[in-house]
């Protein structure tokens, strides 16, 4: 693990090398709301040796061994537009700081939808995303107000307490800015819709956080996209259908000029 500079913080980082030689662009796997670097577990290090690809994770500002945010839920709340800043400023300025150009971005949830909008601007080798958010539905409102009654209770913090330095960070700086009143309006359907690469979009049919709809409204104009539905699968194909996940993604970039 190492930290990187970025602007003001320090973004927790771990490199995953790939086969000797290999040209290939590198995997940047961009984590969930509540995730980290450690929140992945092994799963990067399976997806990098299966296609031969090396790999980046980062933990977002506020998560896992990152900077946190002071006064997350006072002057520090993050805005509505905070996954768009993700993937228009800090995203970019990461990458640049690591000379990764060109890369496949593989996100999941809040970093599937950050995965979408930076491909919408920026050129990259492909976009995989699992369980992303393209707009805001009332299942998924829900769920996010059961974990902060999950919070509450201390069933949560509990159990997310060991991936991050500021659990508490992690924590409210997500669900104030899914539960605030201006966020009713997150919509990325038209950033999606000019994204040029192509695009792999799992979604699981048992996900509370969200319908099919969020994958089947990603339909984009110019480039070739591929949605994945999994029976039975929840919020988390990496970990509900690890194996068909894996296979999938491994199909998708095997397929890549």
Do not use: K
């Not at 999941?108 to 050129?123: E, R, V």
């Not at 209770?153 to 201006?182: E, K, T």
């Not at 949605?227 to 993604?249: F, K, V």
Request: net charge neutral; with cysteine; glycine share 8%.
């Amino acid at each position: 693990m190492e930290l990187i500079q970025v602007s003001s913080a320090r973004l927790e980082v771990q490199r995953l090398p790939g086969p000797a030689g290999s040209i290939l662009a590198p995997i940047v796997f961009l984590h969930e709301g509540l995730g980290s670097v450690a929140m992945w577990r092994d799963w990067p290090a399976q997806v990098c040796r299966r296609t031969g690809r090396a790999g980046l994770i980062y933990s977002r500002r506020g998560y896992g061994q990152s900077d946190p945010i002071p006064d997350v839920r006072g002057a520090g709340r993050l805005q509505p537009d905070y996954m768009h800043r993700e993937a228009w400023e800090v995203l970019p300025e990461l990458l640049a700081a690591l000379h990764v150009e060109l890369p496949v971005l593989l996100g999941h949830s809040d970093g599937g939808s950050i995965a979408l909008l930076h491909a919408s601007q920026m050129a990259v080798t492909a976009c995989v995303v699992m369980a992303p958010h393209v707009l805001v539905e009332d299942q998924s409102l829900r769920a996010i107000a059961q974990a902060r009654a999950d919070w509450q209770s201390g069933l949560l913090r509990q159990r997310l307490q060991r991936y991050h330095a500021d659990v508490d960070c992690a924590f409210w700086q997500w669900n104030d800015a899914w539960l605030s009143p201006q966020f009713r309006d997150f919509d990325i359907r038209p950033q999606c819709r000019r994204i040029a690469a192509p695009v792999l979009a799992i979604q699981g049919t048992q996900d509370p956080y969200g319908s099919m709809r969020q994958i089947d409204e990603i339909t984009p104009t110019l480039g070739h996209f591929t949605p994945i539905a999994l029976a039975g699968c929840g919020h988390s194909p990496q970990r509900d259908a690890p194996e068909l996940t894996l296979s999938h993604i491994t199909r998708f970039l095997a397929a890549l000029p």
